[in-house]
């Protein structure tokens, strides 16, 4: 198995705020994913599975690279066809054994290798079927890989630990008492914002571009009379067959105003890598009423480290 390094456009954020003004953050159809991923399907469950906890998966599996990483999912695959995900864990297989002392893999060299899967509790209604995906990318939420990796698998020597219950019958009730929050501060909105999450594919250069784009909008602290605006753009670009060529960019703006107090910072951070450093660059500048307040800029390049 060898993944297209674009394996992981739909999972989503790594930590989703699921705020009603934020676009779509949660994973998406799966269906995508599994195209570049070993699957392993069940048959039809014949009754509701209630899973509480953490699955594991062992895995019997050799690289023909030093370096490789492995992302596992477990989905649900719904009666039309949907892919839903359930879990998932990833694991630098260098750190197969701890992240204390991580190892480079023996080329060729079987390993067994236990990769613990995201707390979950969740019914999987009768009918539907598991399935376990298993790529060796999952980009834009984990850097690749220095070089691609292709993994071999050994379906006879793995298994998929789930925790699970018997029935929801057997689960006592809860009553959570009411949620207790501050009020929130009054503002007044000049502008509501946006949020957007877009893909873009060269097909020249076999090239994917994931963009978020995020706009607060401005608005005022009515108690303070301060008017506050914020935006951040996350780009994240790879070629589907050189994890060489992947880079991410974060560009935020924070400006507020009140009076003649006009204060706007600026900031960007770019990584890239090669396939024995990573090379990281990043700016900032603060400006006062349009005025050059503060700016620096920096460069830095350090080892890889089996990442």
Not at 69 to 76: F, G, P
Not at 160 to 180: N, R
Not at 255 to 273: F, N, Q
Request: charged residues 20%.
């Amino acid at each position: 198995m060898l993944s297209p390094q674009t394996t992981g456009l739909a999972s989503g954020e790594w930590c989703a705020y699921a705020l009603g003004k934020i676009a779509p953050e949660l994973p998406l159809d799966q269906a995508a994913d599994d195209a570049g991923s070993l699957v392993y399907d069940s048959a039809p469950l014949t009754e509701p599975l209630t899973i509480i906890g953490r699955p594991q998966v062992t895995l019997r599996l050799a690289a023909d690279q030093p370096q490789a990483m492995i992302a596992v999912r477990l989905n649900e695959i719904q009666p039309d066809g949907s892919v839903a995900r359930i879990t998932y864990g990833l694991m630098n297989l260098s750190h197969r054994d701890g992240p204390a002392e991580p190892q480079a893999l023996t080329l060729g060299q079987h390993y067994d290798v236990v990769v613990p899967l995201c707390e979950i509790a969740q019914t999987v209604p009768a009918g539907n079927r598991l399935r376990l995906a298993v790529s060796t990318s999952y980009w834009p939420m984990a850097w690749p890989s220095p070089r691609p990796a292709r993994i071999t698998v050994d379906p006879g020597r793995s298994s998929l630990e789930l925790p699970t219950v018997g029935s929801d019958a057997s689960l006592a009730d809860v009553d959570f008492a009411p949620v207790q929050h501050a009020p929130a501060a009054p503002v007044t909105v000049h502008d509501p914002g946006s949020e957007r999450r877009e893909v873009f594919h060269d097909i020249d250069t076999q090239t994917t571009t994931f963009r978020g784009t995020r706009d607060d909008g401005r608005y005022v602290i009515d108690d303070i009379g301060t008017e506050v605006a914020y935006t951040k753009i996350k780009e994240f670009t790879i070629q589907r067959d050189d994890p060489g060529q992947a880079i991410s960019r974060v560009a935020c703006t924070h400006a507020y105003s009140r009076g003649d107090w006009h204060p706007r910072v600026e900031t960007e951070i770019t990584l890239r890598s090669d396939s024995t450093h990573f090379h990281l660059t990043a700016r900032i500048v603060a400006t006062d009423d349009g005025a050059p307040f503060f700016e620096k800029a920096f460069q830095e390049s350090f080892a890889r480290d089996h990442l």
